[in-house]
């Protein structure tokens, strides 16, 4: 008995949670046979785990009631010892089943605004690949600040010129070209030069990104301006409904039939497609799974040709 007065975890190494285990299931339901059930094993195998642990401690543990077994003064002492081995087993199980070990849990995908919600196709696919993981998807005019931050987990990007202080993974190019629409198209006779077609612009918000720089440094000033837009989705709207003619990402515009393209993509408007985490935060299994299964699917995504760059069309000059 003085044995057992002593902290039960004092003596914890002396005992394996495999014996404490029947011990503890036969103190909750009362027989070897209900603990047998519980545990998935016959009878005999719990009274043999008890009847051992009953030797190491060299005392009775058990003792019959009219309720069933029943702790003695030692047993209750060993009980205690069990409960808290229990919880630490939970904890550690829990702790590995965590979303740092596993792909499970909560995932921040940031996405620049207007094109998050065109890569829904493949982030839809990677989460039925990974239906532990909960993705949230945050649209930003600047994802990569958020992963900067530390508001997102990971973000998808399109840059040149990737921060230095993430760490990118290149998905591949994302081209441009001139589009237009079939519709407004077919009312400009064939032999109109492009400077006389009416022309969709950027916004003052948008004027800092390569593309406003390059129409408002390369085309003609006094070019007909039908619209200014701050969004990609209000670009590529603005051309289906006819108001005139812009540069559109290739990969987009070409999966729309209402739109033509009308010259080759341009490579001084061509951007990079990037994947970019944090280097100062360590790579879970969720940002893991992200990095290693939606880079192919973005890929295959933004890979489709349009117009070579040899061929561009002749019935609308420059």
């Given amino acids: 008995m003085i044995y057992f007065a002593l902290s039960p975890c004092k003596y914890a190494h002396m005992f394996d949670w495999n014996d404490l285990r029947f011990l503890l299931a036969t103190v ?6 209900a603990a047998g059930e519980e545990l998935g094993v016959n009878r005999t195998t719990v009274a043999r785990r008890v009847t051992n642990l009953e030797k190491k401690a060299a005392v009775r543990l058990l003792e019959p009631s009219s309720t069933g077994l029943k702790p003695t003064t030692a047993g209750r002492a060993l009980i205690e010892l069990a409960i808290n081995m229990e919880k630490q087993v939970q904890q550690a199980t829990d702790s590995f089943l965590s979303a740092d070990y596993h792909a499970v849990g909560p995932l921040r995908l940031a996405a620049p605004t207007g094109l998050g ?5 493949e982030i839809a696919q990677f989460c039925a690949a990974y239906p532990s993981i909960e993705l949230e998807l945050v649209t930003s005019s600047d994802p990569a600040a958020l ?8 973000c998808i990007a399109v840059s040149n010129h990737p921060p230095e202080h993430l760490t990118a993974t290149v998905i591949g190019e994302l081209k441009r070209a001139l589009y237009g629409s079939t519709r407004y198209l ?7 030069a492009l400077k006389q077609l009416n022309w969709v612009f950027w ?7 390569l593309i406003a720089k390059w129409m408002q440094s390369h085309l003609p000033d006094d070019i007909s301006i039908a619209a200014r837009v701050n969004s990609w989705t209000a670009m590529r709207e603005a051309i289906s409904n006819d108001l005139g003619v812009s540069y ?4 987009l515009a070409d999966e729309d ?13 061509s951007m990079g497609l990037w994947l970019m985490v944090h280097e100062d935060v360590p790579v879970n ?3 893991e799974a992200l990095l290693s299964g939606l880079p192919s699917l973005l890929k295959n995504r933004i890979t489709k040709k349009g117009l070579s760059e040899d061929k561009p069309l002749e019935t609308h000059p420059v």
Avoid at 28 to 33: A, I, L, N, P, Q
Wanted: glycine share 4%.
């Fill in 28 to 33: 909750r339901c009362g027989t070897f046979s």
């Fill in 285 to 287: 299994a969720r940002v």
């Fill in 203 to 209: 916004g003052k918000e948008m004027s800092h990104t």
């Fill in 186 to 192: 077919k009312t400009i006779p064939a032999n109109t």
């Fill in 257 to 269: 039939t209402d739109l033509q393209q009308l010259r080759a993509p341009l490579a001084e408007v």
């Fill in 117 to 121: 919600a065109e890569f829904m196709p």
């Fill in 147 to 154: 992963v900067s931050q530390r508001k997102a987990d990971v």
């Fill in 248 to 251: 559109l990402w290739c990969f």
